[in-house]
């Protein structure tokens, strides 16, 4: 009896979950990205404006290989926009590297940066708090990308909607002033940027140039989806003291003992001022932005492949080579399954050495 008893109390728990639908979009804000001729007045544009000029057409690519000055990367991209900050990101964790980035977005806004952060709502387990407090300053709007509509737990929703709830967005960037990005296969949790026992082996790359205009213009696809809602159509309203709490806390981390190696690798970082005095070395040359489709497209969408940027140079004797990408397609798993970590690239130089390693970029394209 009790078995039959629990077996209809589930079915009517998921009958009535199922009843629970995402709002409408209806009078959701428009925007967009810096124009190219706003962007170039700005701080990082007239820093960037000789090398850029110098290599028209190309893009600027420098390897963040390093787990500590990616992070450092970021912080100080975040604090030399004078303009716009435009954020996607699949994972956002609450943890020390996640909290003191937060709070980096916090203090660009309250400077009057207009920040956009775009996350991917399976990403962002436990935030719910702050995110809604950030989406409440003035000058931050919080998105999530195909969000749960019952927030705990999230996974009732794989069994409510399983096909629109299992179509994620891995995108990842971090771009200032449309003039500079970071792209890539770190998220931004302890894990990513060595704060743990776990370090990922992601690798981002920091891009300058042509190549910038056009992940902002897929950023503002995706910002406009219909698959993006703003934080405070599905979020809890937060209260009064919220976005004064959420500075306090980032405050307070930043002065504990776990947070000293990061806050010691933006003050050891030389990346800016690398930038300004035009010492950083980028690698120039032609790149292509490649973006999956947006939600419409996925379900008609049969198989994908991945690929990488076409450049590289050797980590072993430093050369510049080719790469070879091999483009591997799925047919059993769904399109949105596509990415980098069932891609296959290496590359071959001068040293005759053969080495794998990760795509630059976590997009995808169509199977050929």
């Known amino acids: 009896m009790n078995t039959w008893l629990a077996r209809f109390a589930l079915l009517l728990m998921i009958g009535v979950l199922a009843g629970c639908s995402l709002p409408s979009l209806e009078g959701r804000s428009v925007s967009q990205a810096l124009s190219v001729e706003e962007a170039r007045s700005t701080f990082l544009g007239r820093a960037l404006a000789p090398q850029v000029q110098a290599h028209p057409g190309l893009s600027g690519l420098y390897f963040l290989a390093d787990a500590h000055d990616a992070y450092a990367a970021r912080v100080l991209l975040a604090r030399a926009a004078e303009r716009t900050l435009d954020v996607q990101c699949y994972i956002w964790r609450g943890d020390i590297t996640g909290t003191l980035l937060m709070y980096e977005l916090l203090a660009a806004a309250d400077r009057g940066v207009r920040v956009r952060l775009l996350l991917d709502d399976n990403g962002t387990s436990g935030l719910d708090s ?25 996974v009732l929703g794989y ?132 973006s999956d489709d947006l939600p419409r497209a996925w379900a008609r969408r049969p198989k994908t492949a991945c690929s990488s940027v076409s450049w590289a140079t050797c980590w072993a004797c430093r050369k510049r080579a080719s790469i070879s990408s091999r483009r591997i397609s799925y047919p059993r798993r769904p399109a949105w399954r596509c990415s980098p970590e069932w891609s296959m690239t290496a590359f071959v130089c001068g040293c005759s050495r053969i080495r794998s390693m990760p795509p630059m970029s976590r997009w995808c394209m169509p199977a050929m």
């Open 130 to 154: 702050q995110l809604a407090a950030l989406h409440a300053h003035p000058n931050i709007e919080v998105r999530l990308f195909n969000p749960f509509v019952v927030r705990s737990p999230k």
């Open 159 to 290: 069994f409510t909607d399983f096909k629109r709830a299992n179509r994620r967005m891995h995108n990842k960037s971090f771009t200032a002033d449309n003039q500079a990005t970071i792209i890539g296969g770190r998220n931004v949790g302890d894990e990513y940027f060595g704060a743990s026992s776990m370090l990922f082996a992601d690798l981002d790359v920091l891009a300058v140039g042509a190549v910038v205009d056009e992940l902002s213009n897929d950023f503002d696809l995706y910002w406009a989806s219909e698959s993006s809602y703003p934080a405070d159509r599905i979020l809890p309203a937060p209260d009064q003291l919220s976005l004064a709490n959420l500075k306090k806390v980032g405050e307070d981390t930043a002065t504990t003992t776990a947070a000293a190696q990061y806050i010691d690798a933006v003050k050891r970082s030389k990346f800016l001022a690398g930038l300004l005095e035009r010492s950083v070395e980028f690698e120039w040359a032609k790149t292509t932005m490649i």
